[in-house]
């Protein structure tokens, strides 16, 4: 059981710094509240509608094209690490990754998924 | 590099899937997406068979093997996709369907369905039979103006996404008792201790054989293939019905006979439960179809019971009978289905094949062929393959099992006879259907042509079937 303790203690490490952020902030700090701070925080669109309300299908578009690139970043970063081991093979297979992924993106830019309006 | 080799015939089909997605803006109008998908799946299938001549060998770190087995489903998945495109020619000319996008998934999924049958770990496996379902989910939905299709879609991403998850819960299972997802590795862990001992294992067998179920859609997981094949266009139902089955099946056999053959009887018991209530589920359910799609999809239940027989056994030989029964339904389902496409609207109903023997007195015969073949009367190769699979499941012992599916055998020829009596004996109700494109004339014709010399020589297959 020795292995876990480590994770065990990060747990209790991270639920207290957590805790202690919440309960601090609350019964120390300075509450002065308007109706604009009540609001819950959400960029993009309205913070308040019903769910039957129509949702701008372009945001899911955008949704999709972050995940294009987050998963580009979620390949190149560890690559980045061991890119000196990799040597040149590594470096050719990165590439065509990142090959592959764009023609995703370049897909959606030729279809019109860029375009705003 | 040379590892990269082995998958020659996989990377020929990707590079067509990304030129078509490339260029796809361009294309929309022209035939450059169907005509290019047929000659990779071509290519794709001379490939599967050029590479196997430097002998069996792994690659990737023993992930991905090449041997008779992968390269004989693998040819079966480009026939699959390359009669898949001939048999969508016209239906994409009436819908709204962007033609390289539907191809470049065609190809894709195709491409999952060929990784997926040399996959040599858990690991591979999961995630090409996830891309061959994601794209199918798309293919599903790809008629996007249609209520019905977006609602067929819908049903079996939900579906498929449970059987995704039973099946990677199966696999993190198998990887806390082994230690590995390899399947040389499992085999080589579970010789130690003794069969049947180890409780987690036997959930982890389960969890693995309901994921890979739901792909072939054996009962209990089935629900989803009526609604998903009633809602696709009927091209993208042949190709799930022929493709992604042969690719559960073949998956299937690879598990129980590479990697977890030491539990043989705990797989041939749960085999032989599927199978079993495939087999009278499906045929009893199909009585009671109006829907020509619906009907073919219990009829495709009820083959994925048939050819799970042939697994029971555990044994090289009855996994070569379900190799063959694979073959065999893969071309006589595709046929039936092609049937329905050239039938257009009217194929599609019950209804529509009163009369059709004196209206079109061809495609009368060649969907008389087809059915005779899914009933399993000699001499068509649909006799032939029940036959390998219904000696292999007596061989093993189960007679019970093998008198059921001789018997269900019988109720589901009522269906399929059904329609015979309605092209035959009936009098023409509607007006003669249009004539339909060459492709699906060409498509129709390779069909019942397998179906036929599979049937006078029943034999000829065997030297190709080599299991595992």
Redesign the interface.
């Known amino acids: 059981m020795n292995e876990y303790i480590g994770i065990a203690v990060s747990f209790v490490l991270a639920a207290g710094i957590a805790g202690a952020t919440v309960v601090l902030g609350s019964t120390l700090g300075k509450k002065n509240p308007t109706s604009e701070k009540l609001a819950p925080f959400e960029c993009g669109k309205d913070p308040f509608s019903l769910p039957k309300g129509r949702f701008a299908i372009k945001f899911y578009l955008v949704g999709i094209l972050f995940i294009l690139f987050d998963v580009e970043l979620v390949f190149l970063y560890p690559w980045a690490v061991v890119y000196r081991a990799l040597g040149i093979s590594g470096l050719i297979e990165i590439g065509l990754f990142l090959g592959?992924l764009m023609?995703?993106f370049?897909?959606a830019w030729?279809?019109g998924a860029l375009n705003w309006e | 590099m040379s590892d990269l080799a082995l998958l020659i015939p996989e990377l020929i089909l990707v590079v067509m899937a990304?030129g078509l997605?490339?260029v796809?803006?361009r294309i929309q109008r022209t035939p450059v997406a169907p005509v290019g998908t047929v000659f990779a799946a071509m290519a794709a299938a001379l490939a599967s068979g050029w590479v196997l001549s430097w002998g069996s060998k792994t690659g990737f770190g023993g992930m991905i093997i090449l041997d008779g087995y992968s390269q004989f489903f693998k040819i079966l998945s480009a026939a699959t996709l390359a009669l898949a495109v001939l048999l969508s020619v016209r239906s994409l000319d009436g819908e709204q369907v962007p033609r390289a996008e539907y191809h470049a998934l065609l190809l894709l999924a195709t491409t999952g369905m060929m990784l997926a049958v040399s996959a040599h770990d858990l690991l591979p496996l999961y995630l090409s039979l996830e891309t061959m379902t994601l794209c199918s989910y798309i293919l599903v939905g790809i008629r996007v103006e249609r209520p019905s299709s977006n609602e067929a879609a819908i049903k079996y991403f939900l579906l498929g996404s449970f059987a995704s998850a039973l099946l990677i819960y199966g696999i993190s299972l198998t990887y806390g008792v082994t230690g590995t997802t390899d399947f040389a590795g499992i085999t080589a862990a579970l010789s130690g201790h003794g069969p049947g001992t180890n409780l987690l294992l036997l959930v982890a067998i389960g969890l693995v054989s309901a994921g890979l179920a739901f792909k072939i859609a054996a009962v209990p997981l089935h629900a989803w293939a009526p609604d998903a094949y009633q809602g696709a266009s009927a091209p993208v139902a042949a190709f799930l019905a022929a493709g992604s089955k042969a690719v559960g099946l073949a998956a299937l056999g690879r598990v129980c006979l590479a990697a977890y053959s030491s539990e043989g009887h705990v797989l041939s018991a749960v085999l032989a439960w599927l199978a079993g209530l495939s087999i009278v589920v499906g045929s009893i359910i199909a009585l009671s179809q109006t829907d020509m799609k619906r009907l073919l999809a219990y009829s495709s239940i009820t083959h994925a019971g048939y050819a799970l027989l042939g697994l029971i056994a555990g044994t090289p030989d009855g996994a070569s009978a379900t190799m063959t029964y694979a073959f065999f339904y893969v071309f006589m389902t595709l046929g039936a289905f092609g049937v329905v496409i050239a039938l257009g609207e009217r194929g599609e109903k019950l209804d529509g094949y009163r009369g059709l023997a004196a209206q079109r007195p061809g495609t009368a015969v060649l969907m008389l062929v087809f059915l005779m073949s899914l009933i399993g009367i000699p001499p068509t190769a649909g006799f032939a393959a029940k036959f390998v699979v219904i000696l292999s499941v007596v061989r093993s012992g189960h007679m019970a099992l093998a008198v059921l599916a001789v018997v269900c055998s019988v109720v589901s020829a009522f269906f399929y006879m059904r329609v015979a009596v309605f092209m035959y004996m009936n009098e023409p109700q509607e007006s003669p259907p249009a004539r339909f494109p060459v492709a699906v004339f060409a498509a129709l014709a390779v069909a019942a042509l397998v179906t036929v010399i599979g049937g006078i020589s029943p034999g000829s297959l065997a030297p190709w079937a080599v299991s595992p």
Do not use: H, K, M, S
């Open positions: 592959i023609v995703g370049v897909y030729d279809n | 990304v997605i490339l796809a803006r």
